[in-house]
């Protein structure tokens, strides 16, 4: 089997130091790494450790007419089948997102046509900086996948928040999952369920009762259950986003057409339950658009409970998919919580995220927490691919 091929590039920030760290267990995992160190990665860890390790597959200059011959920055991605940035500092990112190429590094990201996976480390006043958001939103809207960072004790004294460098560990299961083909078949045979999207509850034609899920993370497991080899169904209240590929696909809006729709898909091996289904629907939805009636008295809205669909597939289906998983967005008291719906709910595995968080709900990354009865495992915040690639390779083990 040829070893898949990690370029890294170490940025010039304090995290450089795990660096040599995540060479050596990216190698123990069966990786080859090349590096390209910036200039000022060079001010933290010197290119003789980072060479050494690396077995001399240590690049650094754009303008070294050896260097260039010998690979080129357009061939040093592209020998590569990911470029893992660790740690990606704000001055780096800063340049990505801005298109800029003055060093081997940058001139090298953007002539790479391979997945980016980048690992922020710096001052949490940095992370926070205006500026630092807006060049992160460009990068996560332009593809690049992230992992961390977490939050925490920092380098400078009395400095603490988010911004450490995910660990390296972390970093390679990030790695691990966004690597799909060594996933690949080894959920062939296995009818994957999912629910994925918000559920639109009508008041009357035009107004209903939703949510801001996005769908983005169900449609994500979709996708890489699929590139496992499952057989995969998709049941997805209204969302904006495309069916991923060979997949199928079956809208719903409401909480009990979604019900109905999955009971119709069963039996499945497993059911992953991500809809952030609406728990009321209004008792009776008017057939004609309501109207103001001149009083200045609101119309009540009488609301009834909808069918719980994760309960019903859990604890009545039979028969029973042989693992089922629910979702949990909690804003408060995280894990108190999502360890009483898992136990609610009758389902197996929980994955639990944090929607208090910048970015989780609508948006590209998530943060979450695995809680099965072997114990609860924190992810580090990453996007919401690379959580569904390695929830599904969580899966992919489970069965073996
Ligand atoms: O109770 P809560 O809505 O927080 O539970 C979340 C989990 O339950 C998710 O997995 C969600 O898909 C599922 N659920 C469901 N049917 C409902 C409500 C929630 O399947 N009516």
Not at 46 to 56: D, E, F, M, Q, R
Not at 132 to 150: I, S, Y
Not at 240 to 256: D, F, Q
Not at 326 to 349: M, P, S, V, Y
Request: glycine share 8%.
């Amino acid at each position: 089997m040829t070893k898949h091929k990690i370029l890294l590039i170490i940025g010039g920030g304090i995290a450089a130091y795990k660096a040599l760290e995540l060479i050596r267990r990216a190698q123990d995992r069966g990786y080859e790494v090349t590096v390209i160190m910036t200039k000022a990665a060079e001010q933290f860890v010197t290119p003789l450790s980072v060479s050494t390790l690396a077995k001399g597959k240590l690049y650094a200059n754009l303008f070294d007419p050896h260097e260039e011959m010998d690979v080129g920055h357009i061939r040093l991605s592209r020998q590569a089948d990911i470029v893992v940035i660790a740690p990606a500092t704000a001055d780096l990112m800063a340049k990505m997102a801005h298109g800029l190429a003055d060093d081997l590094a940058t001139a090298t990201l953007l002539a790479n046509d391979r997945p980016v996976l980048i690992a922020p480390g710096m001052n949490p006043k940095m992370w926070d900086h205006p500026a630092a958001k807006r060049n992160r939103a460009q990068l996560a809207e332009d593809g690049v996948h992230f992992v961390g960072p977490t939050s925490g004790e920092m380098a400078e004294a009395n400095e603490a928040g988010t911004g450490r460098m995910a660990e390296p560990a972390a970093i390679l299961d990030a790695v691990d999952g966004l690597l799909r083909p060594s996933q690949h078949g080894l959920l062939s045979g296995k009818h994957v369920l999912i629910t994925a999207g918000p559920t639109h509850e009508p008041i009357d034609p035009v107004r209903y009762i939703a949510n801001r899920s996005s769908g983005k993370q169900g449609y994500a497991i979709a996708a890489a259950a699929h590139a496992a080899g499952a057989e995969v169904t998709l049941v997805t209240g209204p969302v904006h986003l495309n069916a991923p590929e060979g997949v199928e696909v079956v809208a719903v809006e409401t909480a009990r057409q979604m019900k109905q729709a999955v009971v119709d898909a069963l039996p499945a091996d497993i059911a992953i339950m991500c809809a952030a289904v609406a728990d009321w629907r209004t008792a009776s939805a008017a057939d004609q658009k309501q109207k103001k009636d001149g009083s200045g008295t609101p119309p009540v809205l009488e609301l009834t409970e909808n069918p719980d669909i994760l309960h019903h597939v859990a604890r009545e289906a039979d028969p029973r998919p042989a693992l089922v998983i629910g979702f949990a967005a909690e804003t408060d008291h995280l894990i108190e919580h999502a360890t009483a719906k898992r136990l609610r709910k009758g389902c197996d595995w929980l994955v639990a995220n944090d929607v208090s968080q910048e970015g989780v709900m609508g948006g590209d990354t998530n943060s979450v927490h695995l809680i099965r009865d072997q114990g609860i495992d924190a992810w580090p915040k990453a996007d919401k691919q690379a959580v569904a690639n390695r929830l599904v390779s969580e899966i992919i083990q489970h069965f073996q």
